[in-house]
């Protein structure tokens, strides 16, 4: 009898024991319990810990309540400035409510992934160029409400959305390279030409001072000077003022009559007593220093060879008006006022070569062709007297 009484005690240890390791539960501390009997879900959620169920009829399905980093795998579209770009994100969400994760939809891991992939295919499409590459955090909180929306109801929330990367042409990187470049290169040249323009004041104003103290200038000359022989070198550079040529420039004389108009030679005097470029008395026409024709081999001005007068500054002969011009040389014996020679009519025409008293120089009357001086010798002797009739 006690055999048997000990025989049940044991079996039903044993059979409390298997009861107890079958419907003994543990949750953790950042899951949560759903209990679903007889494929109903109980309105009590199982907290962290030791719980409960009862085996057979009891299903316990235990929620991760942990936040959950899902990658977003690359995605690729077009931008608002029609530019072709690859970019991949990330997205953090928990859940909060288990019954509705568990309940609302299927796989909420799997519909958070599919719902960020399609957000950020969007706002791809609807985002320029350069907001994606410098603007992102407007587009992350965009982002985060496309996705949010939605999974609200899967008793999720998105706790934060990140653009990881931003996958551009190698075209576009060249490009936005040599964007770069000359942006960086017109920064440069706008602080060098403000460098320049402070200098400049400052030089403006050491040469202000320099000005009212003329050595300060020969100073700073002999401390370039020094500078330059300070190095290494067998060539010294000493500068030149400017303002000394300039000085020298203006001290040298203009050149006479100008560089393209050198000056005309040098012109003989007119003889005494007569004006220049003026034909002697007794000659009409061309100019007194024209070479009469028939006179060969002698200048318009020299004496005739074998032919003498009187010198421009010998006194005139006797009996002859001291004020009356001085014959040219070589024709002599002829006055402007005197009576017309031998051989002329009263009004001073010539008469014909026979009518005249003995030969004729052969001098034109006037250098114009028209005919011998009558009463002139070729050796410039006057004409004998007529002799009385009867």
Sequence with gaps: MVEELLTAGIAAGVGIVAYMGAAARVVKQYERGLVFRFGRLRDDI???GFTVIVPGVDRLRKVNMQIVTLPVPAQEGITRDNVTVRVDAVVYFKVVDP??????????RFAVSQMAQTSLRSIIGKSDLDDLL???EMLNQGLELM?????????????????????????MKRSMARQAEADRERRARVINADAELQASHKLAQAAAVMSDQPAALQLRLLQTVVAVAAEKNSTLVLPFPVELLRFLERAAPPPAGGADHPPD????PPAPGRPADTPPPGLKGPAADSTPPGITGAAADSTPPAVTGPAPDAPPPSGSDPTADAAPPGLTGLAPDSAPPSGTGPSGDALPPGDADGPVAGADRAGDGSGPVPGLRLDGSPPPAEEPPG
């Design 46 to 48: 199982r907290g962290p």
């Design 99 to 108: 019954a509705n994760a568990v309940v609302a939809v299927e796989d909420y």
């Design 134 to 136: 410098s603007n992102r």
């Design 147 to 171: 996705i949010d929306s939605p999974a609200v109801g899967w008793g999720v929330q998105i706790d934060r959305v990140e653009i990881k990367d931003v996958s551009l042409p190698e075209t």
């Design 265 to 268: 030679a040098a012109q003989p």
